[in-house]
């Protein structure tokens, strides 16, 4: 009878091996795992930052003024005199923000120079919500960056009063002169309407370079006028600090309490008076009339007829009639004259550089250099 002996066993070991090569392969995938899953937060991390930043650039290109009144904004007082210095401010985004800076690379040499301030926006996306793990604090980061100029070029002034529609002078006291009253600029026409569209009474003779224009058909007059009176009336290019109606007209105190204020004034009633002085931007949409003593400093566009009465003072630049301008407008017959401007005694508009440029400021902007964007600008 054979006797039982103990015999070296390789179950276990196997057992321990297999378990040993399961675990390592087990970590492995685990560890591809997390490397994938942190690869795609973090693309998905550089797209959102690269949206954020994109879209935060485009708004300071367009609201730069608005952003630069907001807390913890640090922004140049005028692009387009400093000689150094840049704008600093954020735009905050759904799940994230971006912070942009514009920095001043050449600055404008004087106003003999005609090569407006060159600048280098960049803008640097930031996304919070990618986060690579619970405990993580890295977010991920995106910049672009474009060249711009600082843009001061807001009207062309073809005249003291330019009126597609004709104008009407009564009476010889008063003054439309087209000579620059802030001495900066080229003299420009005095009164500028299409041909025999105007009338005057009492041997007014206007002043300016030339005096009188009357040379141009109403079709040559609208193409010289640059102003984009569909896009003002119909799409709101140049949006309105006041719009009357609803609002009320800002009355003489609040102008007088700040002398910084140069509103832009949307006036929708048709045949509204101007109630006091100002300064500023009026767009009228129809017939605007401007009586007794008020005067006005800016800029006056007029969709219909304009008819001033009394003795006042408008300095800056008027154009009315610019309904002529909108799609689908009739046009009249040369010489027709029923829908002439007019101006009646004593009277003062003369042409201003200076009201012109105050009034404008807020229209200023930044204005992209084509092919100078980049992506992946450094971060310092």
């Known amino acids: ?15 321990v091996v297999f378990l040993v ?9 685990l560890a591809a795992t997390a490397a994938e899953g942190s690869t795609s937060t973090a ?5 959102r930052a690269y949206t954020i930043a994109e879209q935060g650039l485009q708004r300071f290109l ?33 799940g994230g923000y971006a912070v942009i800076v514009s920095r001043l690379l050449r600055p404008q040499l004087g106003i003999k120079d005609t090569i407006p301030a060159l600048y280098f926006v960049r803008a640097r996306g930031v996304d919070t919500t990618s986060k690579l793990r619970g405990g993580d604090t890295t977010t991920s980061v995106r910049a672009v960056g474009l060249m711009v100029q600082w843009s001061v070029v807001t009207m062309k002034v073809t005249g003291a009063w330019t009126s597609l529609s004709g104008l009407d002078k009564q009476g010889s006291a008063g003054q439309i002169d087209g000579n620059d009253q802030c001495g900066k600029k080229p003299p420009v026409a005095g009164i500028m309407v299409p041909q025999g569209d105007y009338t005057a009474s009492g041997g007014f003779v206007p002043t300016g370079s030339p005096p009188l224009d009357t040379t141009k058909t109403l079709a040559q007059l609208d193409s010289l006028v640059t102003i984009d009176w569909n896009a003002i009336v119909n799409n709101n290019l140049l949006p309105a600090d006041y719009t009357v109606p609803p609002d009320g007209f800002p009355d003489a105190a609040w102008f007088a309490a700040d002398t910084s204020r140069w509103p832009v004034i949307r006036v929708h009633t048709n045949g509204y008076a101007l109630p006091n002085a100002g300064r500023g931007i009026i767009i ?15 800029i006056i566009m007029i969709g219909g007829k304009l008819t001033s009465n009394g003795n006042n003072t408008t300095s800056g630049t008027t154009v009315s009639g610019l309904n002529y301008k909108l799609p689908g407008a009739i046009q009249p017959p040369p010489g027709y004259i029923n829908d002439n401007a007019t101006a009646n005694g004593t009277k003062s508009y003369v042409y201003n550089s200076c009201y012109i440029s105050r009034a404008t400021q807020r229209l200023r902007h930044y204005v992209a250099l084509a092919n100078t964007w980049i992506d992946d600008v450094p971060v310092w």
């Open 62 to 94: 367009v609201s730069r003024d608005s952003l630069c009144r907001q807390t913890g904004a640090s922004c140049l007082g005028d692009p387009g005199v400093a000689t150094s210095g840049f704008d600093s401010v954020q735009v905050n985004a759904t």
């Open 284 to 298: 009228a949409d129809s017939d605007f009339t401007i009586s007794g003593s008020n005067m006005w400093q800016g």
């Open 43 to 47: 693309q998905r991390g550089q797209n």
């Open 21 to 29: 090569v399961l675990s390592f392969a087990l970590a492995a995938g």
């Open 1 to 15: 009878m054979r006797r039982l002996q103990n015999r070296i066993g390789f179950a276990l070991p196997l057992v």
